[in-house]
Structure formats: C-alpha cells, structure tokens
C-alpha cells in the first residue's frame, strides 16, 4: 500500500515554455503534499507543503510564481514550472502524507526528471 | 531550524562485510529520525524511523540504526551487506513540535562489490 506515482518520469522542454508534473497518490488520500527538488548528488530540498484546498507554502527562497503548486484533491498535486530556463533542470520529487502530523510518514513518488534546453 | 550532517558521500564496501553510515544533526527542538534509500531513478523508500522508546531501532532489509542524544547521532548499520544494498542513503529529521517536513543530509552512496 501507500503508493506515490508521478508522471511524466521524464520530460525535456525547451526554454520560456511550462511544464506540468503530476504527483498521485494510487491508494490512499493524501491530506498534505510535498514537493522537493534534487540536484545531482545532492540532498533533497523542500520546495512547498500543499494541503488539500488551500494554497500551497512556499519554503524561503522558491519563488511561487514560477513553481506552481495545485492540490485539487486528496489524491493528486500539480507542480507547473512556468517558463522554464536551463537553470530549473533538476529532479522533481513528490511525497504525500495522510495527515501533517510529525509522526506521520510521508510516501515518496519515483520523481520527474526535467530537462530545460 | 534543523541540520542534518552526512560525513561520508560515499561508502565502498565488499560484500558480506559490516557498514556504518554515519548521520549528525543538530537541532535547536526534539526531533524524530529518519533514514531513508533511493534507487536510481526511484523515488526514496524508508529504511527506519526513530520516533520514541528504545533507541536501537530496527528497519527493513536488516538495517538498524542507534540514536544517541548525547552525540546527537543516528548511524545506520548493516551486519552483512549485499550487492542489492548498493544505493543512496539519506538521513533525515522532522521536529517533534508540530509538522512532518523533513530536513535531508547530503546522502551516502554505499558501493556494495563482490
């Protein structure tokens, strides 16, 4: 149980368009989102928190109007990367929790690789 | 605010041998701890998590990790590793207080060789 799906895994975009990544949570209903970018051989950063019809908080540093996060429903959040540049290719990963508890765990999706040319 | 310090970026161990990796935090509030593994091109999977009670705390695929408050430390230990445990190891903290947003080392890659 607990599975996380993102689509795309993959996509390459070329600059000044906008891509949309969806993070689905396939067996349970996700209260709150995360949204976390990877560089390589780096760390995981926390981008936004998302819960379920509200607007999403933004970690210090992300700006909202680029990276804009959905959470429509329990089960699914979108992040759109609007008008990409080389610079916002990176690994998008998504996590999802039932509850904002901090013991409640959070269940990871396969991530979205993004290359901007 | 939480840090979390992962020494190591990369472990290279053969197989059947024992392996540490090795986890620091630092943190201003009480903290849960985690450890997490990625795959290539997987998205993470958690390994243990240190939440209250015994501080040996015992995980998947025959994992375990020690937190130590003194030493604010969680290591993670494997008595006899294998090939398959060739991956990404993140550590990882949320406070206790209020909310599950986690802070991530820096990751170690653990090298399994025959």
């Known amino acids: 149980g607990a599975v996380v799906s993102q689509h795309p895994s993959w996509v390459i975009c070329k600059s000044g368009t906008s891509v949309k990544i969806e993070c689905r949570s396939l067996?349970?209903?996700?209260?709150?989102m995360f949204w976390y970018r990877q560089f390589p051989k780096q760390s995981l950063m926390l981008m936004a928190t998302?819960?379920?019809?509200?607007?999403?908080?933004?970690e210090q540093g992300v700006e909202k109007d680029k990276f804009l996060i959905n959470h429509a429903s329990l089960t699914l959040s979108t992040l759109t990367v609007t008008s990409a540049h080389p610079e916002d290719s990176s690994f998008y990963i998504c996590?999802?929790?039932?509850?904002?508890?901090?013991?409640?765990?959070?269940?990871f999706g396969p991530g979205t690789r993004l290359t901007v040319l | 605010a939480q840090s979390v310090t992962q020494l190591d970026s990369q472990v290279p161990v053969f197989e059947e041998a024992p392996v540490e990796l090795r986890c620091n935090y630092s943190?201003?509030?009480?903290?849960?701890l985690f450890w997490y593994v990625q795959y290539p091109n997987q998205g993470l999977q958690l390994l243990l998590k240190?939440?209250?009670?015994?501080?040996l705390v015992k995980g998947i695929n025959g994992f375990e990790a020690e937190f130590n408050k003194s030493q604010t430390s969680f290591h993670l230990r494997k008595p006899s590793v294998h090939i398959s445990d060739t991956a990404e190891y993140f550590c990882?903290?949320?406070?206790?207080?209020?909310?599950?947003?986690?802070?991530f080392g820096t990751g170690t890659q653990l090298k399994v060789e025959l």
């Open positions: 067996d349970f209903q996700a209260t709150t």
């Open positions: 996590s999802a929790s039932v509850g904002s508890n901090s013991y409640n765990e959070q269940f």
């Open positions: 990882a903290v949320s406070p206790t207080g209020g909310g599950n947003k986690l802070t």
């Open positions: 943190s201003s509030v009480s903290v849960y």
């Open positions: 240190y939440l209250s009670g015994s501080t």
């Open positions: 998302s819960n379920e019809g509200s607007k999403a908080t933004y």
